[in-house]
């Protein structure tokens, strides 16, 4: 298997611009989670899904941020309108359902600037 | 609520010399407890985890941890340090679905 796999790597956008971060888990995982680290405060879960479901997705810093998952297979988080407190880097991980003794296995992350 | 704290932002030790990276956890539950390797521009390594079997727990690269509930610690070590786990370490507590992530540890390692 190839992993969690995240695109783009690194974005860099302008002040305002909307960003979407793509994210596809490992088969057969179907919780999948996004968080975001920085210098600050470290990594931050973002928002848990469960089967596409969001169920926990209290860390989301504010109305900008919003997360999709539409099938198993995919998730995008999207920031709009972006602003330079947004940069980041956000990465998404996923897991075997329903067990939670287990490893969240981690994608490459996306590295975002915001200018 | 559960916690995760660890101990010292930058470690640097010398090739060849023990490596001992602390952890401290606060669950009100039996906690699942983890330890991963991030190497720069890289995501996230599991190393090991302790899911209540042995509290001794093995790990790849040569690393292990030790599971103490009366001093509600998970430590990492390693016994001889080689330049290339010079990486940051974060420990991780998992209580239902969620991982509680610690602020990480910087290893340096001198040669």
């Known amino acids: 298997d190839a992993g969690v796999i995240q695109s783009p790597r690194h974005e860099v956008t302008e002040m305002g611009q909307e960003v979407t971060l793509r994210c596809k888990p490992i088969s057969g995982h179907n919780s999948l989670f996004w968080y975001r680290q920085t210098m600050m405060r470290g990594l931050e879960l973002l928002i848990y899904?469960?089967?596409?479901?969001?169920?926990?997705d209290s860390g989301m810093p504010e109305d900008r941020f919003s997360a999709k998952m539409p099938n198993a297979s995919f998730s995008t988080l999207k920031i709009q309108p972006s602003e330079p407190r947004d940069s980041a880097v956000y990465f998404c991980?996923?897991?075997?359902?329903?067990?939670?003794?287990?490893?969240?296995?981690f994608g490459q992350g996306t590295r975002l600037t915001v200018v | 609520a559960q916690s995760v704290t660890q101990l010292g932002s930058h470690v640097s030790v010398s090739e060849g010399a023990l490596v001992l990276l602390r952890c401290n956890y606060s669950s009100s539950v039996p906690p699942y407890l983890f330890w991963y390797v991030q190497y720069p521009n890289q995501g996230l390594q599991l190393l090991l985890k302790?899911?209540?079997?042995?509290?001794l727990v093995k790990g790849i690269n040569g690393f292990e941890a030790e599971f103490k509930k009366s001093e509600t610690s998970f430590h990492l070590t390693k016994p001889s340090a080689h330049m290339s786990d010079a990486a940051e370490y974060f420990c991780?507590?998992?209580?239902?679905?969620?991982?509680?992530f610690g602020t990480g540890t910087r290893l340096k390692v001198l040669a």
């Open positions: 991980a996923s897991r075997d359902p329903g067990q939670r003794t287990l490893e969240a296995f």
């Open positions: 991780a507590v998992s209580v239902t679905y969620k991982y509680i």
């Open positions: 302790y899911t209540s079997a042995a509290t």
């Open positions: 899904f469960n089967n596409n479901v969001p169920i926990d």
